[in-house]
């Protein structure tokens, strides 16, 4: 690959440094007030728990929010991967499905490195002009999507069961099988290209309003440009290898924001509405010795949650700059960076979001206060892929020197 293609695939900054900086910290501003609008929707309105979050994904359009990844000279806000992610923890404290949806467009936005140059650049400047909103329909754990050949064009066929945010996608990006000889590939296609379904049918205990349901493709038409095989993608290697540290690297900030929204909303629980035990010396629960000592332990794991998380993002950032040019040990380094914040905020987000409960009282488990939904969003996600796992990858760099493989989830 030539240096002028791989510096365009390359993840760099257009502006100079201090107006960089000066940009992401607007962009994660108005991210905080975003967030703590759409908490305030959620906490004095609960019948909005169920209804489906299309004026906040608005709201993130109209914002330039969903453009972040996209460079200024294409239409887009152009954050470095650090600020991407604290964008999405953002988001995801204040509305735990809003949060996951914006971070799997960004994550889908980011893959159109895959594509041709000229293609690639064309769609992302359609997408930031039109704020278009992607999803993908990728997992890994199923069978894939199979493309068969007809003339000059191919028909697609299968089905993927999980696919968050599809029910809000104006474009779907497949991952698929060529049928002749199993090469693997990706198509993005408009959502509503004939053949394809969207089903509806996320019926899961968190994450309820992230559209996270299945996909079918019956005898779906697509041009020969639309298919790129992942041989023949320009992004090469580099394509490949920072799939998973780009992918886990976002989902360590849903659960970081996860964490960041319980722990604000059980403060705010404690000053407004909890009470004093009857056997404490204290006046207001707030000032009780045992709520304090246990908030502030709360506290320190959630700052060692954020720490590990913001230090995760600089390792995938400097992956991302790399480009083609990316070392063995830079992919290494950042795949291990993420699977430690990961493996640390999964447990320790899901212990705090469960025994906030313990300070803020009985009272805070009425259904009108809706505080469970952060445990249920960070328990429905962080199963996506065993969290046992990535103790064993972390175990393996930190004691054997080892690198995790290249893989769907690594």
């Known amino acids: 690959m030539s ?9 760099a900054t257009e502006r100079p440094l201090q107006q960089q900086l000066e940009v992401e910290e607007e962009a994660l501003a108005t991210a905080r007030a975003l967030s703590e609008k759409f908490a305030s929707i959620l906490d004095s309105q609960p019948e909005q728990r169920q209804v489906l979050p299309w004026a906040q994904l ?13 460079p200024p000279s294409r239409g887009g806000l152009g954050l470095r991967w650090p600020a991407i992610g604290k964008v999405v923890r953002e988001i995801a404290a204040g509305d735990g499905s809003v949060g ?23 769609l992302e400047q359609r997408i930031a002009e039109q704020r278009l909103w992607l999803a993908g329909v990728v997992n890994p754990r199923d069978d894939d999507v199979v493309a068969r050949r007809e003339g000059d064009h191919w028909v697609l066929n299968g089905r993927k069961n999980f696919c968050t945010g599809n029910g809000f996608a104006d474009l779907l990006t497949l991952s698929v099988t060529r049928e ?4 693997s590939g990706a198509v993005l296609i408009p959502a509503d290209r004939e053949g394809v379904t ?3 049918n996320w019926e899961a205990i968190g994450l309820e309003r992230s559209e996270s349901g299945s996909v079918v493709l019956d005898n779906v038409e697509i041009s020969a440009e639309e298919l790129v095989l992942d041989s023949d993608s320009p992004g090469g290697n580099f394509a490949a290898a920072v799939k998973g540290p780009v992918n886990q690297s976002l989902f360590v900030n849903f659960y970081t924001g996860y964490t960041q929204g319980a722990i604000f909303a059980t403060k705010r629980f404690v000053h407004e509405y909890a009470r004093a035990w009857l056997r404490s010396s204290a006046d207001t629960a707030s000032d009780d010795i045992l709520n304090r000592a246990r908030f502030g332990e709360m506290w320190v794991e959630f700052q060692a ?5 913001d230090s995760a993002l600089e390792k995938v950032q400097t992956l991302l700059a790399a480009g083609e040019s990316f070392s063995r040990a830079q992919r290494g380094e950042a795949a291990a960076a993420v699977a430690t914040a990961k493996a640390h905020v999964a447990r320790k987000g899901l212990t705090i979001c469960s025994e906030a409960f313990e300070l803020m009282g009985a009272r805070a488990t009425a259904s009108r206060y809706g505080l469970d939904r952060y445990w249920r969003d960070l328990r429905t996600h962080s199963l996506h892929d065993p969290v046992v796992y990535k103790f064993v990858e972390v175990g393996d760099f930190a004691l054997n020197d080892q690198y995790a493989e290249v893989g769907a989830y690594q």
């Open 3 to 11: 240096t002028s293609n791989s510096e365009s695939i390359a993840f």
């Open 58 to 70: 608005a709201e993130l359009k109209e914002s330039g929010l969903t453009t972040a990844v996209i």
């Open 100 to 122: 996951a949806v914006l971070g799997y467009h960004l994550m889908q936005l980011f893959h159109l490195r895959r594509e041709p140059l000229e293609r690639w650049h064309a």
């Open 180 to 183: 002749e000889d199993g090469a």
């Open 198 to 200: 969207r089903l509806h």
């Open 305 to 309: 949650s954020v720490a590990l998380a």
